[in-house]
Nanobody
């Protein structure tokens, strides 16, 4: 059974940093591209970024580019989202998701398709 479990969310002041983790199980980790999306109360799903199966290709939303970084550790079957220079508008529930196709994942993270594999989310609150 494929499972993704996020952790690392919490309350942080504006300008601070957090690192979210996404632990994967029940899958061949190296065969999957991973991504993160976020959803604030009353708002649509928002694409945050993706990382390819090899880790060699990353892509980010303009709103987080230069502040957020996605990485993956195959030895731990874990994907990370490092968030720096956090802003109050980054407040949301953050979810990780996976798909064997990076293009399918990117489309789905943008709200234009179904996410077959996703976690339960972790809340990030940035205070001003």
């Amino acid at each position: 059974q494929v499972q993704l479990v996020e952790s690392g969310g919490g309350l942080v002041q504006a300008g601070g940093s957090l690192r979210l983790s996404c632990a994967a199980s029940g899958m061949t980790f190296s065969s999957y591209a991973f991504g993160w999306f976020r959803q604030a109360p009353g708002k649509e799903r928002e694409f945050v970024g993706t990382i390819s199966w090899s880790g060699g290709v990353t892509d980010y939303a303009d709103s987080v580019k230069g502040r957020f970084a996605i990485s993956r550790d195959s030895s731990k079957n874990t994907v990370y989202l490092r968030m720096n220079s956090l802003k109050p508008e980054d407040t949301a529930v953050y979810y990780c998701a996976a798909d064997e196709s990076l293009s399918v994942l990117t489309t789905a993270l943008s709200g234009k398709g179904n996410l077959e594999v996703r976690g339960q989310g972790t809340l990030v609150t940035v205070s001003s």
